[in-house]
């Protein structure tokens, strides 16, 4: 049986692990790319829309862009240190230079439009902050009904990366990540428990460096970039944290995931954009979240070659 595409709306902060999420969701017939986003996290909105645009070029996916919300819905932003993705967000290899200009449109905007204009249900795939998903079902809560789900890579069940308890994208709004959770919308979370297993080893980027076409030619300097930074603070590879998001979606047999009921921390001094997961449903309250606890790490690797390989049958 030949299965159906699945709608989405690749909503990100590209980052170096957007970016490649984004390459791999666009090699597969898997999905309907139908519109890019880009709001502030790893670097400005500005910067993140104009990643993605570049990105899009390079990838050939040609479908609207649009700027997003440049600070969280409620608090001032925290500044992403440039020594992850660099100055302008996607340092390293220079990319090819946009081919389709930005939307008229916010963000919010263009997801309303893409929204309104779906026959069918739509995925949004959030790998950054979640401001402008939370700003959308704020304004247009009545679009609910047109979102199959939500993909999002955010949090930690077990632990934080930017303090203790909270992770880089929820801590920078948890606001509207509490949004987000609450709206009684399917959320498939991939947070640090899944992601820091989805690591990339230099082992990895040489089977990249042999593929002979311009998009793994960039892939393999943006994992050398991502794995140089990482390495440094101990990790032992780079985790593609964002690429989770995708896969959970077309190839859900390479993770055990978890139903739970997980809050946002939005306030408190030390455990702020923490996500509190009911690992062992102690409150007994209905589960909101399907999280991604474990990986398959070389099926992980294997999806991302194979997706990187095909962009030389002219993907
Ligand atoms: C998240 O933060 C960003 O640096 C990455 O792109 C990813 O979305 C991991 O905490
Ligand atoms: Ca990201």
Same mark, same amino acid.
């Given at each position: #049986?030949?299965? @159906? ?18 390459? !791999? ?25 104009? $990643? ?14 649009? @700027? ?5 819905? !409620? ?5 992403? &240190? ?13 990319? &090819?230079?946009? @081919? ?5 449109? +916010? ?13 069918? /249900? ?8 979640? +401001? $402008? ?19 999002? #890579? ?48 230099? @082992? ?8 002979? $076409? ?10 050398? =970039? =991502? ?18 998001? !995708?896969?959970?979606?077309?190839? &859900? ?6 139903? #739970? ?10 455990? /702020? ?13 209905? &589960? $909101?979240?399907?999280?991604? #606890? ?22």
């Amino acid at each position: #049986m030949i299965k @159906k595409p699945i709608n989405v709306i690749l909503d990100g902060d590209p980052g170096h692990d957007d970016a490649i999420a984004w390459v !791999v969701a666009k090699a597969s017939s898997d999905f309907n790319i139908l519109a890019c986003t880009a709001v502030n996290g790893n670097c400005s909105a500005a910067k993140a829309a104009y $990643n993605s645009q570049r990105i899009c070029a390079l990838i050939g996916l040609d479908v609207p862009i649009a @700027k997003g919300q440049d600070k969280p819905l !409620v608090i001032e932003s925290l500044k992403a &240190p440039t020594n992850i993705h660099g100055e302008s967000g996607l340092d390293g290899p220079e990319l &090819p230079l946009p @081919k389709r200009e930005l939307e008229d449109l +916010t963000a919010v905007e263009l997801m309303i439009k893409v929204l309104e204009e779906a026959k069918e /249900k739509v995925t949004i795939v959030a790998t950054g902050p979640l +401001t $402008n998903v939370g700003a959308l079902l704020l304004v247009r809560p009545d679009l609910k009904e047109k979102i199959h789900q939500i993909s999002i #890579m955010g949090g930690g069940i077990k632990h934080g990366n930017w303090t203790a308890a909270a992770e880089f994208n929820i801590l920078i709004d948890p606001d509207s990540a509490d949004i987000v959770f609450g709206s009684g919308l399917p959320i498939l979370m991939s947070g640090l428990d899944v992601t820091e297993k989805a690591l990339v080893t230099p @082992k990895d980027v040489e089977k990249i460096k042999k593929i002979d $076409n311009p998009v793994a030619d960039i892939v393999w300097q943006w994992l050398e =970039f =991502f794995y140089q930074f990482h390495v440094s603070i101990g990790y032992p590879g780079a985790p593609i944290h964002d690429l989770c998001a !995708v896969l959970a979606l077309n190839h &859900p047999e390479i993770f055990t995931m978890q139903k #739970m009921y997980v809050e946002v921390e939005t306030a408190s001094e030390y455990c /702020k954009g923490a996500t509190i997961g009911d690992i062992n449903n102690i409150a007994g309250k209905k &589960p $909101n979240a399907t999280v991604l #606890m474990d990986v398959d790490r070389e099926k992980f690797i294997e999806y991302m070659i194979e997706a990187i390989k095909s962009y030389s049958e002219g993907n």
